[in-house]
């Protein structure tokens, strides 16, 4: 065992240099110092125990002497002593190995640290070359690689240059030959619409001419016949033989002529479309009644008839179908006159004194329809009725003629001529259209009911009868004659007739949105085309026609895919242009807010205010020269446009 500590403290040392030389550069320098010192240390103090456990002696259960311990001799004493002395100095040895491994470990560990610092050294010097290697061949791979990409770019550039030069070529024969095709094209449609706009432009002054005079002559000759004829007896009736109720009627062609028979009936026992409170009346034949007689227009139509009924227009014989006595089948379903007839049961009801004046003429006129006293004789409530005798293959299609209009109806913009004098300038001041808001829309609002009744009460009931719905308010036909009236009263004469029809007949939604935001400012419009027409603004601040002109042409290129308002626009002088300079201007600036009613409505209102706003005509400066703008002026200050022309 004497040989284990030496053994034991070599082992260490061994480990200690192996650990250092041999443990990876992940282990820091202090772990690397603490582990060389500590381990030979830990060895030894392991060895010089097991050294002084070899040398004691065993211990060895004995029994208990029976007697105390006896006192040692003069010899035993001194064994005993020299045995601690000896132990003592082996002790002193043991403590001896450890300090000298401990310095050992000591030194050992300052020798890692010199190895390691030496290492790293080398590493570091090492890293650095590597480093500069790197970055030298980096350099160099940098600069033969920018020598290519410069050769590969320049090559590159050489070959875009010429492709670019060889397109651009072929782009200017191309577009060359486009142009070529392009003006031609354009010459010949510019040559077509000019001959059309020449030939439009002929007939509707022709047109406007032939119906100013014909208004003309016509006012002339009721002029002169209320101022010449004398005041006429109401016409009697030719008494027409007795026993001879037999009566005929034009048809709305006049070559059908269709027969009836007079004849005396009780008013309960006719079957009308509708009952007496409007509803629908299940028990008539539904077929024969095309118009709509529980509608309150309708409603209002039969109480005006009760209420100033006049008998003979129900008695008397104006061969015609729509007029005289009502018209029944043998089933006593009335097929023309639902309304009269209604109207003679309301009268029965709610107006005495009508009823008994229809009774008395009725009893009259007799003779005058081939019957006599005694067809009244047993009947309760008698009228006079035309019962059918021809007979008709088609029953609702002689229901339909017989409630068709016998005369030529007016067109739209004839109609709208006439009720744009319909329309004052106090009532149009009442219409009221909220941003965002259309011109259907607002007329079907309660904020315009005194203006829709304004415009409805100047008409017959059977005319108002057409343009009113179910509950009273506009239907569409009534909207759009209100529409029509207004722009044909604003923008007076050829002007406003042709912005109606452009804007009843347009298909393209921004037509639509120029009529909303036309329509929504027409009170401004009105006001300042009044300052205007009444001399109190310079008459070459109204921009009507120039206006009409813009959209009527904005409205026929969109329904004609081979011209854009720039082509049109860009046309040469040398053809006849339909518009002038100032109206392609408006073209142009309408084809761009078309779809923005809302910018539409600013333009226009923008317009309206600056008229308002401009001097009285006869202000002038200092140079007695007028100090009114032109309407170019006001277009460009509105639209901030620059024009060639101001």
Same mark, same amino acid.
């Given at each position: 065992?004497?040989?284990?500590?030496?053994?034991?403290?070599?082992?260490?040392?061994?480990?200690?240099?192996?650990?250092?030389?041999?443990?990876?550069?992940?282990?820091?320098?202090?772990?690397?110092? &603490?582990?060389?010192?500590?381990?030979?240390?830990?060895?030894?103090?392991?060895?010089?125990?097991?050294?002084?456990?070899? %040398?004691?002696?065993?211990? =060895?259960?004995?029994?208990?002497?029976?007697?105390?311990?006896?006192?040692?001799? &003069?010899?035993?004493?001194?064994?005993?002593?020299?045995?601690?002395?000896?132990?003592?100095?082996?002790?002193?040895?043991?403590?001896?190995?450890?300090?000298?491994?401990?310095?050992?470990?000591?030194?050992?560990?300052?020798?890692?640290?010199?190895?390691?610092?030496?290492?790293?050294?080398?590493?570091?010097?090492?890293?650095?070359?590597?480093?500069?290697?790197?970055?030298? @061949?980096? $350099?160099?791979?940098?600069?033969?690689?920018?020598?290519?990409?410069?050769?590969?770019?320049?090559?590159?550039?050489?070959?875009?240059?010429?492709?670019?030069?060889?397109?651009? @070529?072929?782009?200017?024969?191309?577009?060359?030959?486009?142009?070529?095709?392009?003006?031609?094209?354009?010459?010949?449609?510019?040559?077509?619409?000019?001959?059309?706009?020449?030939?439009?432009?002929?007939?509707?002054?022709?047109?406007?001419?032939?119906?100013? @005079?014909?208004?003309?002559?016509?006012?002339?000759?009721?002029?002169?016949?209320?101022?010449?004829?004398?005041?006429?007896?109401?016409?009697?009736?030719?008494?027409?033989?007795?026993?001879?109720?037999?009566?005929?009627?034009?048809?709305?062609?006049?070559?059908?002529?269709?027969?009836?028979?007079?004849?005396?009936?009780? /008013?309960?026992?006719?079957?009308?479309?509708?009952?007496?409170?409007?509803?629908?009346?299940?028990?008539?034949?539904?077929?024969?009644?095309?118009?709509?007689?529980?509608?309150?227009?309708?409603?209002?139509?039969?109480?005006?008839?009760?209420?100033?009924?006049?008998?003979?227009?129900?008695?008397?014989?104006?061969?015609?179908?729509?007029?005289?006595?009502?018209?029944?089948?043998?089933?006593?379903?009335?097929?023309?006159?639902?309304?009269?007839?209604?109207?003679?049961? %309301?009268?029965?009801?709610? &107006?005495?004194?009508?009823?008994?004046?229809?009774?008395?003429?009725?009893?009259?006129?007799?003779?005058?329809?081939?019957?006599?006293?005694?067809?009244?004789?047993?009947?309760?409530?008698?009228?006079?009725?035309?019962?059918?005798?021809?007979?008709?293959?088609?029953?609702?299609?002689?229901?339909?003629?017989?409630?068709?209009?016998?005369?030529?109806?007016?067109?739209?913009?004839?109609?709208?001529?006439?009720?744009?004098?319909?329309?004052?300038?106090?009532?149009?001041?009442?219409?009221?259209?909220?941003?965002?808001?259309?011109?259907?829309?607002? /007329?079907?609002?309660?904020?315009? $009911?005194?203006? =829709?009744?304004?415009?409805?009460?100047?008409?017959?009931?059977?005319?108002?009868?057409?343009?009113?719905?179910?509950?009273?308010?506009?239907?569409?036909?009534?909207?759009?004659?209100?529409?029509?009236?207004?722009?044909?009263?604003?923008?007076?004469?050829?002007?406003?007739?042709? /912005?109606?029809?452009?804007?009843?007949?347009?298909?393209?939604?921004?037509?639509?949105?120029?009529?909303?935001?036309?329509?929504?400012?027409?009170?401004?419009?009105?006001?300042?085309?009044?300052?205007?027409?009444?001399?109190?603004?310079?008459?070459?601040?109204?921009?009507?026609?120039?206006?009409?002109?813009?959209?009527?042409?904005? $409205?026929?290129? %969109?329904?004609?895919?081979?011209?854009?308002?720039?082509?049109?626009?860009? @046309?040469?002088?040398?053809?006849?242009?339909?518009?002038?300079?100032?109206?392609?201007?408006?073209?142009?600036?309408?084809?761009?807010?078309?779809?923005?009613?809302?910018?539409?409505?600013?333009?226009?209102?923008?317009?309206?205010?600056?008229?308002?706003?401009a001097p009285h005509p006869d202000q002038v400066d200092l140079f007695g020269e007028s100090i009114s703008p032109s309407k170019e002026q006001l277009f460009s200050r509105i639209t901030g446009r620059k024009l060639a022309l101001v």
């Open positions: 065992m004497s040989t284990l500590a030496p053994i034991l403290d070599a082992i260490g040392i061994i480990i200690s240099t192996v650990w250092i030389y041999l443990v990876p550069d992940t282990f820091s320098d202090v772990t690397l110092v &603490h582990v060389a010192i500590w381990t030979p240390a830990i060895i030894g103090m392991v060895a010089a125990s097991w050294r002084m456990l070899q %040398r004691s002696p065993p211990i =060895v259960s004995q029994p208990a002497p029976a007697n105390p311990t006896p006192r040692l001799n &003069h010899r035993q004493r001194y064994a005993r002593i020299k045995r601690i002395a000896v132990d003592k100095r082996l002790l002193q040895e043991e403590e001896e190995r450890a300090q000298k491994a401990a310095a050992q470990a000591v030194a050992d560990a300052a020798h890692a640290d010199r190895v390691a610092a030496e290492r790293a050294q080398r590493e570091k010097a090492r890293e650095e070359a590597k480093a500069q290697k790197l970055a030298q @061949q980096a $350099a160099e791979r940098a600069q033969l690689a920018a020598q290519r990409e410069k050769a590969r770019e320049e090559a590159k550039a050489q070959k875009l240059a010429q492709q670019a030069a060889e397109r651009a @070529q072929l782009a200017a024969q191309r577009e060359k030959a486009r142009e070529e095709a392009k003006a031609q094209k354009l010459a010949q449609q510019a040559a077509e619409r000019a001959q059309l706009a020449a030939q439009r432009a002929a007939e509707q002054s022709d047109r406007a001419e032939r119906r100013r @005079q014909a208004k003309e002559e016509a006012k002339a000759q009721r002029a002169a016949e209320r101022a010449t004829r004398p005041p006429r007896p109401r016409p009697q009736p030719r008494p027409r033989p007795a026993g001879d109720p037999v009566t005929r009627a034009f048809g709305a062609d006049p070559s059908r002529i269709y027969e009836f028979r007079y004849r005396v009936v009780s /008013l309960d026992e006719l079957i009308t479309s509708n009952t007496d409170s409007g509803s629908i009346n299940p028990e008539y034949d539904r077929a024969l009644q095309p118009r709509q007689r529980d509608r309150a227009a309708s409603r209002r139509q039969v109480e005006h008839a009760a209420k100033n009924l006049v008998p003979e227009a129900l008695i008397w014989d104006f061969k015609a179908l729509d007029k005289g006595a009502p018209i029944i089948g043998s089933d006593r379903q009335v097929e023309s006159g639902n309304g009269r007839t209604m109207a003679l049961r %309301r009268a029965r009801m709610e &107006h005495a004194d009508k009823w008994a004046a229809y009774q008395e003429t009725l009893r009259a006129n007799l003779l005058a329809v081939g019957l006599s006293e005694s067809d009244l004789a047993g009947v309760e409530s008698p009228v006079l009725v035309r019962e059918r005798i021809t007979e008709v293959s088609d029953r609702t299609a002689f229901a339909r003629e017989a409630n068709a209009p016998p005369v030529l109806q007016m067109s739209t913009l004839e109609t709208a001529a006439v009720d744009a004098n319909r329309i004052t300038a106090d009532l149009i001041a009442r219409l009221n259209v909220r941003e965002g808001q259309s011109i259907d829309q607002a /007329l079907r609002t309660k904020a315009n $009911a005194d203006f =829709v009744r304004g415009f409805i009460g100047t008409m017959s009931e059977n005319e108002s009868a057409l343009l009113l719905r179910k509950d009273g308010t506009l239907a569409q036909s009534g909207i759009r004659r209100i529409k029509a009236a207004m722009f044909v009263r604003t923008f007076e004469g050829e002007s406003g007739e042709r /912005l109606a029809e452009t804007f009843l007949e347009a298909l393209d939604n921004d037509i639509k949105n120029f009529e909303t935001g036309l329509s929504a400012s027409l009170p401004v419009l009105s006001r300042a085309e009044y300052l205007v027409a009444t001399g109190q603004r310079a008459a070459d601040l109204s921009m009507a026609d120039d206006i009409s002109r813009a959209l009527d042409m904005l $409205a026929r290129l %969109r329904e004609h895919d081979g011209l854009t308002v720039e082509e049109y626009v860009g @046309q040469s002088a040398l053809f006849e242009r339909e518009t002038t300079a100032f109206q392609d201007e408006l073209l142009v600036y309408f084809d761009e807010i078309g779809r923005s009613p809302k910018k539409i409505r600013e333009f226009f209102g923008a317009y309206a205010s600056a008229v308002e706003d």
